[in-house]
């Protein structure tokens, strides 16, 4: 069984930083993709930020320059640091970790953690 946790969600005055983290757990042979997504009410969920194996990154252009992702694949983990946070920015962010067995990818995610930012 694996598990994907968030932590770090809460509430920074617009301007502020906020760093999320995510690990993942349990049975793991090799994790490909992980990754940031968002969903603010009433909206769809987005990529935020995502980041290979190999530590190629992508970001969503709302978030280029101030947002940065990371990641420590001995440890199955991956990070967030968020800077110069607005307000737009509130959601609830979740972890996504693409785990690879017998050659197939399995998406996870995690349960979710709240940002706010406040104005």
């Known amino acids: 069984q694996v598990r994907v946790v968030e932590s770090g969600g809460g509430l920074v005055q617009a301007g502020g930083s906020l760093r999320l983290s995510c690990v993942a757990s349990?049975?793991?042979?090799?994790?490909?993709?992980m990754g940031w997504y968002r969903q603010a009410p009433g909206k769809q969920r987005e990529l935020v930020a995502s980041i290979t194996r190999g530590g190629s990154t992508n970001y969503a252009d709302s978030v280029k320059g101030r947002f940065t992702i990371s990641r420590d694949n001995a440890k199955n983990t991956v990070n967030l640091e968020m800077n110069s946070l607005k307000p737009e920015d509130t959601a609830v962010y979740y972890c996504?970790?693409?785990?690879?067995?017998?050659?197939?990818?399995?998406?996870?995610w995690g349960q979710g953690t709240q940002v706010t930012v406040s104005s």
């Open positions: 996504n970790a693409r785990l690879l067995s017998l050659g197939s990818e399995y998406p996870y």
């Open positions: 349990g049975t793991i042979f090799s994790i490909n993709a």
